[in-house]
């Protein structure tokens, strides 16, 4: 009796499932933080903007008894560092750059275009109201105020705010180790003979680790022989949070994946999902690591990989994965297929339609042994198990293929 398949929504529980996030910390620089994740709240050292500035260039002016017309002489200049900051006199104007500290008794900034000059003075042709172009000190917020929340990926906006601040460094958590071996006799580096391929999921694989956060391992290459898979799978699991296997997992006669993870003492959680590509997957533990056994066909290996072991990877580095696929498109194309199994596919856009959503054209005709439909592709999208046809205009769920960074809790 085959395995049952286990549906798309339970196959990721019972990956994440295997994840304990990693508890270990470390001090980093901002220009290393990209990418890492906090591992406590960052709170502002000071309020901001530190004191009272000018958001124009232009001329900072009191209200009381100011009038159209009325003429103001300028009595100085003030520019972004100024140090030295005058008071300002009753019925003067100090001509101030943007980001200038104002003068005492500022209460309003005039615009440059709003005023005309002559002769060291300036000529109102509007009252501004009170407190116009003032940037006050605190306003933008207090001292205390979160500028970056535990579990939060650090993107380029928190370093920058980080840095305004004055924020050097931060407690990020430790990158999780993930190990990635391929399998199988065939797969060769210089294709001696008939027979052999390269090996296309190692190099894969290990560059889609390190895009989710984490510290790839390259565990190499070993053959179809259950005996050295089981002892090396032994040894990556004390070394590796994650073990990420591809290929010798579906049930043909050279499968030696499974009885070698069971041989080295491995628990399996879950085999097999209602996925195409992507059917013969494994979720399991060894000893203190997580266990994730991806397919050997290639582009069932990133399927897999983006549906479970990067949502596993994001839980590792300590933050939340995003759903998959999330995004709306509308088809471009039409399809009947055999309902069963959830299907994800290689899809190009075709522009937008008028309500500006993508038009999504469907590529690699269901292929799984092969990435080149990856070549042209945008994106993945997905439909669901009972699904049997598509047709033009209907709405689609995918993926964009930006690097997993950018998605966020
Ligand atoms: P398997 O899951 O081991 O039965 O492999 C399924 C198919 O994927 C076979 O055609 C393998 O030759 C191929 N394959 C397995 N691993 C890799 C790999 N690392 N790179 C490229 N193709 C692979
Ligand atoms: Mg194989």
């Not at 956060?213 to 259950?226: F, I, K």
């Not at 995004?327 to 009947?336: D, E, H, K, T």
């Amino acid at each position: 009796m085959p395995t049952p398949l286990i549906d798309g929504a339970a196959a990721l529980e019972a990956a994440l499932d295997q994840i304990s996030p990693v508890t270990a910390v470390c001090d980093v620089a901002l220009a290393q933080a990209t990418g890492r994740v906090a591992a406590r709240d960052v709170a502002a050292p000071t309020a901001m903007p530190f004191f009272t500035n000018s958001a124009v260039d232009g001329f900072a002016i009191r209200l009381a008894g100011a009038a159209v017309s009325q003429r103001l002489p300028v009595v100085a200049t003030l520019a972004a560092d100024a140090a030295a900051v005058p008071d300002l006199p009753e019925g003067k104007a100090i001509r101030v750059f943007t980001g200038a500290p104002l003068p005492e008794g500022t209460e309003a900034v005039v615009p440059l275009e709003d005023v005309r000059e002559s002769d060291h003075a300036i000529l109102l042709e509007t009252l501004p109201e009170a407190g116009a172009n003032m940037r006050r000190a605190g306003s933008d917020q207090p001292q205390g105020a979160i500028l970056l929340s535990r579990s939060r990926r650090i993107l380029a906006h928190h370093i920058g705010l980080l840095a305004a601040n004055g924020v050097r460094q931060v407690r990020v958590f430790a990158r999780p180790r993930v190990a990635v071996l391929s399998t199988g006799d065939e797969l060769t580096a210089d294709l001696l003979r008939a027979g052999q391929i390269y090996d296309a999921n190692r190099p894969m694989l290990l560059s889609m680790v390190q895009a989710a956060g984490a510290e790839a391992l390259d565990a190499g290459v070993l053959p179809d022989a259950p005996g050295p898979l089981a002892t090396r799978l032994g040894e990556l699991a004390r070394t590796a949070d994650l073990v990420l296997t591809s290929g010798g997992v579906s049930m043909g006669g050279r499968d030696p994946l499974r009885p070698a993870f069971l041989a080295a003492g491995g628990t399996i959680a879950a085999w097999r999902v209602a996925l195409k590509p992507g059917k013969p997957i494994v979720f399991g533990r060894l000893g203190p690591a997580a266990f994730t056994g991806l397919p050997g066909n290639p582009l069932a290996a990133f399927v897999g990989f983006q549906l479970f072991a990067a949502a596993q990877i994001t839980r590792l580095c300590g933050t939340e994965p995003a759903p998959f696929a999330a995004f709306r498109g509308r088809a471009a194309f039409s399809w009947r297929r055999r309902p069963g199994r959830q299907e994800v596919f290689p899809v190009r856009c075709l522009g937008t339609d008028e309500t500006g959503l993508p038009l999504l054209q469907r590529l690699g005709n269901g292929v799984s042994a092969t990435l080149f439909p990856l070549a042209g592709a945008d994106g993945l999208a997905i439909v669901a198990a009972d699904c049997a046809d598509v047709s033009p205009g209907q709405m689609l769920r995918w993926q964009p293929l930006f690097d997993g960074m950018t998605h966020d809790a």
